[in-house]
């Protein structure tokens, strides 16, 4: 099966800087891959997607990278604010949904 | 649009009652919906999947019928925890989806904290 690697597991940044998260994922046939936001006590909330089929999107601050040959995606978060700061979770699908182990980010004002 | 309901948003009850938590897609027809759990500082745990009119998929592990999952209607789903202990104390997460494979985008309800005393 899928196997989602996240790293980091914790990141601070100060307000304005940015911020990157990587996920890495073992099934070569997976071809969907949303992050999401989930803020304390609260359900994860779909941020931005990229399918296999591009290489970037990008959404106002938020932007998604993706290199399906070395099985890796990343969300770049830019001029980072304090509400930024949330447990981020990257995903991939194949045959099923497989969440990363999250990333805690902190924004310092 | 794509907004997902639950309910209750927190509940509590004691050791050998049965809980049951409500799932619905508000504004679009949900085909598949899945329910995870989620443990404190930890990623999501898919325990079922479930679409409309059929019964759920339950992941390994996960008591089938412990965690009841109907989905009766392409807008509702419920999970019925039967004789909670404390150990099913946990945040409760549904999403819904309108991908019938189940792969396409997933929008989350805003959880359930179950407390069992």
């Known amino acids: 099966g899928e196997n989602v690697e996240q790293h980091p597991s914790t990141l601070s940044v100060q307000e304005g800087d940015s911020a990157v998260i990587k996920c890495t994922y073992s099934?070569?046939?997976?071809?969907?891959f949303p992050w999401y936001k989930q803020e304390l006590g609260k359900g994860p909330q779909l941020i931005i997607d990229i399918r296999s089929n591009v290489g970037e999107k990008k959404d106002q601050r938020i932007a998604v990278t993706l290199n399906k040959t070395a099985k890796h995606f990343s969300l770049h978060i830019t001029e980072t604010q304090p509400e930024d700061s949330a447990v981020y979770f990257c995903a991939a699908t194949g045959n099923q949904f497989y969440f990363g182990t999250g990333t805690s980010l902190t924004v310092i004002p | 649009g794509a907004v997902v309901s639950q309910h209750p948003s927190w509940v509590i009850c004691k050791s050998g009652t049965s809980v049951k938590i409500e799932c619905r897609s508000l504004d679009f027809q949900a085909t598949t919906m899945f329910w995870y759990r989620q443990f404190p500082k930890q990623s999501l745990m898919l325990m079922a999947t479930?679409?409309?009119?059929?019964?759920?998929?339950?992941e390994q592990g996960v008591e089938k019928d412990k965690f009841l999952i109907n989905h009766a209607s392409l807008t509702l789903s419920t999970l019925t925890v039967t004789s909670a202990h404390p150990e099913d104390s946990s945040f409760y997460i549904c999403?819904?989806?309108?991908?019938?494979?189940?792969?396409?985008?997933?929008?989350f309800g805003p959880g359930t904290r179950l407390t069992v005393t």
């Open positions: 479930s679409n409309e009119g059929s019964k759920a998929t339950y």
């Open positions: 999403s819904a989806s309108n991908d019938e494979t189940g792969l396409g985008e997933q929008y």
């Open positions: 099934d070569s046939a997976s071809n969907y």
